[in-house]
C-alpha cells in the first residue's frame, strides 16, 4: 500500500497541477459539465421579464429542453432530479418559450408529472425555496398573486435585525419585496400604501448598495442564480431601470455557446481545495503556487459590504467582487500561512482580524452576517471548526479567548450519537470529520466529544472502506463517496489512528481505486448550492480532498515526503 499511496499522491498532484490556469485558479477541466438547469431556467424568465431576450434565450430555451430527462426532471451533472430545479425549469419554458417551441409542450407537461412525484414544493425542507417556487408559478401564470404571502418591505426599515435574519439573501428579498409592493399597489389599503413607501427607499438602497460595490456590472458575485432573482424583482418593481438593463446585459454575456447558463464560477473555493491539498503532499516550494497566492491576495475584498455591514478583509467564492464567506476566509487564512513567507503575509494578518471581527457571540461562525439566525447561512460547526484552525495555525493556543467559546459551541452543538453538520455540504461526515481535527488540536483525542465524534465515523464507514453522507439507508451505512471517504480518513489520522489499522487502509484502497488515469478524482453531489434543494458536484474539489487525505496517510505512514515540488 505504501508505493501505492505515493504513486496516487504524486499523480493527484500533477493532476491537479494541470487544473492551474495562468491567473492562479485551479479550474476544471474543459470537458466538464457545469450546465445548470436551474440557472438557465432563471436567466430566461429575469431576461423574458426584462424583455431583453434574444437569439441566445432561444439557445436557452432549446438547451433545457434537450437536458430534460427520461423521468421528466432536471438537475445538474450527477444529482438526482430536484424539486427546485425541476419546477423552475417548467415555469421557465412555460413564460420564456415560444409557443410553437418544439417539444416545450410536452417538456412542460413531463416536468409536471415529475414534480408531483417528487412531492411539489411542500417536499422542500427550506420553506423560503418553496415560496420562492410559488412565485414562479405567479409569474408563469400557474397562480393568482393574491395566493403568496405578503413580503415584509417593511422588514428593511431595520436593517441590523432583517441582516442578521437573511443574512445573504437581504438583496434578495429587498430586490422581490419591491417588486410585490409594486404589483400589489392597487389592492393594498392606505395603511399598508404608507407603510411601503416609508419602506421603500431602504429597500432599494440594499439593492444599490449591493449593485455599485460590484462597479455597476450588472452581475451579482458572478452568479447567474443570485443576477436573475435580483433582476426579477427589481424589474417588477420598475424602480431601477439602470440595474436592469445592465443585469439582463451581463446575463446575456454570460450564457454559454450551447445557450445554457453554468453554476457559478468558484475560482477560490476551487483554488483552496487544491491549495490544501498541494501544501499537504509537500508542495509548499514549488513555484507553481506563486501565482495562485498572489490571485489570493488579489480576491482578497478591500472595502466593507455596506448592505451587509460586514467589514473588509474577507474572501468569497467568486470574483473580484465576491460576497463574503467565512468558510473561505477561514480556509484561505490557512492557506496563505503555510507558504513561504506565510507569517508575515499582511493579507493573513486581514483574514484573521475578520474572522475575530465576525465571531458570533456565542462563539460559532455564520457564514458572512454575525450572529446570523440559525440555518443556510447561520452558524455552522464545520465552519466554525475551520476557523478554529486558522486562529490556531496564526498562533492562538488552546486558551485563547475566542478559541475557548467555540470549542464550547461546538461542544455544544453535538448531536446525541457524536455527529456534526455542515451546512454547505451534503450529510454529516464532512462536519464530523472537520470538528473532530479541532477537537484533537484543542480539547485533546481523549476528550469526550471527540471519541464521541471518532467513534460516529467509524460505525459509519461501509463495508468496501468508504463514507457516504451519513445518514442511514434501510439500517445501513450510506455507501461511498470520494468527498466523504477523504473527509472522514483525514479526521481519523488527525486524531492519532493508526495508518496501519483496518479503517484506515480500507479508506486509503477505496480512494486510490476511485483514482482516474489521469491523476485526479470524480466529484458526487455533495456540494449544497441551496441547502437541500441544489446541488452539485465537482471534480476539483473531490481530487482536492482526495489529495489531501492520502498525503496525511503517507506522511503519517513514512514521515514527511522529500523534495517533491
Known amino acids: 500500500?505504501?508505493?501505492?499511496?505515493?504513486?496516487?499522491?504524486?499523480?493527484?498532484?500533477?493532476?491537479?497541477?494541470?487544473?492551474?490556469?495562468?491567473?492562479?485558479?485551479?479550474?476544471?477541466?474543459?470537458?466538464?459539465?457545469?450546465?445548470?438547469?436551474?440557472?438557465?431556467?432563471?436567466?430566461?424568465?429575469?431576461?423574458?421579464?426584462?424583455?431583453?431576450?434574444?437569439?441566445?434565450?432561444?439557445?436557452?430555451?432549446?438547451?433545457?429542453?434537450?437536458?430534460?430527462?427520461?423521468?421528466?426532471?432536471?438537475?445538474?451533472?450527477?444529482?438526482?432530479?430536484?424539486?427546485?430545479?425541476?419546477?423552475?425549469?417548467?415555469?421557465?419554458?412555460?413564460?420564456?418559450?415560444?409557443?410553437?417551441?418544439?417539444?416545450?409542450?410536452?417538456?412542460?407537461?413531463?416536468?409536471?408529472?415529475?414534480?408531483?412525484?417528487?412531492g411539489g414544493p411542500e417536499a422542500l425542507p427550506e420553506p423560503v425555496m418553496a415560496g420562492l417556487i410559488r412565485q414562479f408559478d405567479v409569474l408563469a401564470g400557474r397562480l393568482d398573486e393574491s395566493a403568496l404571502p405578503r413580503l415584509p418591505l417593511e422588514a428593511l426599515l431595520l436593517r441590523g435585525p432583517a441582516r442578521r435574519q437573511l443574512s445573504l439573501r437581504l438583496p434578495i428579498l429587498a430586490s422581490m419585496a419591491l417588486g410585490q409592493a409594486t404589483v400589489r399597489r392597487r389592492t393594498q389599503g392606505l395603511v399598508r400604501r404608507r407603510l411601503n413607501a416609508l419602506a421603500r427607499p431602504a429597500a432599494l438602497a440594499v439593492v444599490r448598495e449591493a449593485y455599485e460595490r460590484e462597479g455597476g456590472c450588472g452581475a451579482f458575485s458572478t452568479d447567474p442564480w443570485l443576477t436573475g432573482l435580483i433582476c426579477v424583482g427589481t424589474t417588477r418593481s420598475g424602480l431601477a431601470p439602470d440595474i436592469v438593463r445592465a443585469a439582463t446585459a451581463w446575463l446575456r454575456s454570460a450564457a454559454g455557446a450551447d445557450g445554457g447558463w453554468e453554476l457559478m464560477p468558484l475560482d477560490v473555493t476551487w483554488s483552496s481545495f487544491a491549495a490544501s491539498a498541494l501544501l499537504e503532499a509537500g508542495y509548499a516550494q514549488d513555484p507553481r503556487l506563486t501565482p495562485t497566492r498572489a490571485m489570493f491576495h488579489e480576491r482578497q475584498q478591500n472595502t466593507p459590504f455596506a448592505a451587509l455591514a460586514c467589514p473588509?478583509?474577507?474572501?468569497?467564492?467568486?470574483?473580484?467582487?465576491?460576497?463574503?464567506?467565512?468558510?473561505?476566509?477561514?480556509?484561505?487564512?490557512?492557506?496563505?500561512?503555510?507558504?513561504?513567507?506565510?507569517?508575515?503575509?499582511?493579507?493573513?494578518?486581514?483574514?484573521?482580524?475578520?474572522?475575530?471581527?465576525?465571531?458570533?457571540?456565542?462563539?460559532?461562525?455564520?457564514?458572512?452576517?454575525?450572529?446570523?439566525?440559525?440555518?443556510?447561512?447561520?452558524?455552522?460547526?464545520q465552519m466554525t471548526a475551520k476557523a478554529v484552525r486558522a486562529l490556531l495555525d496564526h498562533g492562538a493556543g488552546a486558551d485563547d479567548r475566542r478559541v475557548v467559546k467555540a470549542v464550547r459551541w461546538l461542544i455544544s452543538r453535538q448531536r446525541a450519537d457524536g455527529s456534526y453538520e455542515a451546512l454547505w455540504y451534503r450529510g454529516r461526515t464532512a462536519g464530523t470529520a472537520v470538528v473532530l481535527e479541532t477537537l484533537?488540536?484543542?480539547?485533546?483525542?481523549?476528550?469526550?466529544?471527540?471519541?464521541?465524534?471518532?467513534?460516529?465515523?467509524?460505525?459509519?464507514?461501509?463495508?468496501?472502506?468508504?463514507?457516504?453522507?451519513?445518514?442511514?439507508?434501510?439500517?445501513?451505512?450510506?455507501?461511498?463517496?470520494?468527498?466523504?471517504?477523504?473527509?472522514?480518513?483525514?479526521?481519523?489520522?488527525?486524531?492519532?489512528?493508526?495508518?496501519?489499522?483496518?479503517?484506515?487502509?480500507?479508506?486509503?484502497?477505496?480512494?486510490?481505486?476511485?483514482?482516474?488515469?489521469?491523476?485526479?478524482?470524480?466529484?458526487?453531489?455533495?456540494?449544497?448550492?441551496?441547502?437541500?434543494?441544489?446541488?452539485?458536484?465537482d471534480d476539483t474539489i473531490a481530487s482536492g480532498l482526495a489529495l489531501r487525505a492520502l498525503a496525511k496517510l503517507r506522511t503519517a505512514s513514512l514521515g514527511p515526503a522529500e523534495g517533491t515540488a
Open 1 to 118: 500500500m505504501t508505493g501505492r499511496i505515493d504513486a496516487a499522491v504524486t499523480a493527484g498532484a500533477e493532476a491537479l497541477f494541470a487544473r492551474r490556469r495562468p491567473d492562479g485558479v485551479f479550474a476544471p477541466d474543459a470537458a466538464e459539465d457545469r450546465f445548470s438547469p436551474a440557472n438557465t431556467a432563471l436567466a430566461l424568465i429575469a431576461l423574458h421579464l426584462a424583455r431583453a431576450t434574444g437569439p441566445d434565450t432561444a439557445h436557452g430555451v432549446d438547451r433545457l429542453i434537450e437536458a430534460q430527462r427520461d423521468s421528466g426532471g432536471w438537475a445538474m451533472r450527477g444529482v438526482p432530479d430536484e424539486v427546485l430545479t425541476t419546477a423552475v425549469v417548467t415555469d421557465a419554458l412555460d413564460l420564456a418559450a415560444p409557443r410553437d417551441a418544439a417539444g416545450a409542450t410536452h417538456a412542460v407537461r413531463a416536468g409536471r408529472r415529475r414534480l408531483a412525484e417528487l
Open 312 to 381: 473588509p478583509g474577507y474572501w468569497g467564492f467568486s470574483s473580484a467582487h465576491s460576497w463574503p464567506m467565512a468558510l473561505e476566509t477561514a480556509e484561505i487564512s490557512s492557506v496563505l500561512l503555510r507558504l513561504p513567507g506565510g507569517g508575515d503575509d499582511p493579507h493573513v494578518r486581514r483574514g484573521i482580524d475578520w474572522l475575530t471581527r465576525m465571531q458570533d457571540a456565542a462563539g460559532s461562525w455564520s457564514l458572512a452576517v454575525r450572529n446570523s439566525k440559525p440555518g443556510g447561512f447561520g452558524p455552522c460547526p
Open 440 to 537: 484533537c488540536r484543542t480539547v485533546g483525542a481523549a476528550h469526550p466529544a471527540a471519541a464521541r465524534a471518532g467513534a460516529w465515523l467509524l460505525r459509519t464507514q461501509a463495508d468496501d472502506g468508504s463514507w457516504g453522507d451519513g445518514e442511514p439507508t434501510d439500517g445501513e451505512a450510506a455507501g461511498g463517496t470520494v468527498e466523504d471517504t477523504a473527509w472522514a480518513l483525514y479526521g481519523l489520522l488527525a486524531a492519532g489512528h493508526d495508518p496501519g489499522s483496518r479503517p484506515v487502509t480500507a479508506a486509503a484502497r477505496y480512494l486510490t481505486d476511485a483514482q482516474r488515469p489521469d491523476g485526479g478524482w470524480a466529484g458526487s453531489p455533495v456540494n449544497e448550492y441551496i441547502r437541500f434543494c441544489y446541488r452539485y458536484a
